[in-house]
């Protein structure tokens, strides 16, 4: 379901009864909230709602397991939602373009993480159990306020791509060396 570019406020319920929904896409609205009953959409995949209005989401979210795919980028959302650690199988998540000042520690979970972009951000550090992580390809944390990178953030093997640009580091990490090869 498609809703790209409209002037909506809030997603009608009626949106949660469409139970073989896989993908909803209702960017570039004016969402300000989204329905708790968005739990029940249990064979979504993709959930793509940037540029919107949104300060939280239900905790509902954390009971759709096929979550594979959210972009959040572009609303007022300042810690990430604790639901979206319980979905264990998500591959990327986008929350570019908030108010994130930090990051919880139960991002441990997501070991299924592929790519994690939260540049445009308040974050000052990121939580040691990044290194938990281990599927991480993509890291983007441009344009934020970190002043220090964990030492954990060396057993990110998999990493291909790290985006560090425009932040307050004045030192790495020595792990981040086993990040190059050999």
Known sequence: LNLLDNILTELPVDVCDLSSLTELT??????????PKMGVL?????????????????????????????NLDGNQI?????CLCMVTQLQELRLNQ???SGLPGAMATMVMLESLELCYNELGSMPRTIGFNTSLRRLKLSYNALVSIPPEIGVLTHL???????NQLSVLPAEL?????P
């Open 160 to 166: 291909e791509d790290l985006q560090l640009t425009h």
């Open 26 to 35: 209702a960017g570039y609205n004016r969402l300000t909230e989204i329905h």
């Open 78 to 82: 300042k810690e990430l939602p604790a």
């Open 42 to 70: 249990v064979n979504l995949k993709t959930l793509h709602l940037p540029f919107n209005n949104l300060v939280e989401l239900p905790d509902s979210i954390g009971l759709i397991q096929n979550l594979r795919s959210v």
């Open 177 to 181: 060396g086993a990040l190059l090869p």
């Open 98 to 100: 908030n108010k994130l």
